[in-house]
């Protein structure tokens, strides 16, 4: 008898695709509500899922994706400062 491991699917708040955990990238909350990128989405926090595309960042920015999944205003800054990070890690 075979087991067959469970693959968890996180949804994209950009475009709204369902994915697996492992191809998406997780935007979070710190308790200090610091916005931050974690891409081994293992850090502590509130988090929202995204793709590893600059589209679904902006997707997510123009249908206000992230402010529902946290439940709060997000501050422009905070955007720049994410698609930096963005850049940051397409780069790699």
Not at 31 to 44: P, S
Not at 50 to 69: I, P, T, W, Y
């Amino acid at each position: 008898m075979g087991s067959v491991k469970k693959i968890p699917m996180r949804k994209c708040v950009g475009c709204g695709e369902m994915k697996s955990k492992k191809e998406m990238m997780r935007v979070l909350k710190t308790l200090e509500n610091e916005f931050i990128l974690d891409a081994t989405g293992k850090k502590n926090g509130r988090g929202a899922y995204l793709c590893f595309s600059r589209e679904c960042l902006e997707k997510a920015v123009k249908n206000r994706g992230l402010e529902r999944s946290f439940k709060q205003s997000i501050p422009a800054e905070v955007y720049e400062h994410l698609k930096e990070e963005m850049d940051a890690i397409e780069t790699k």
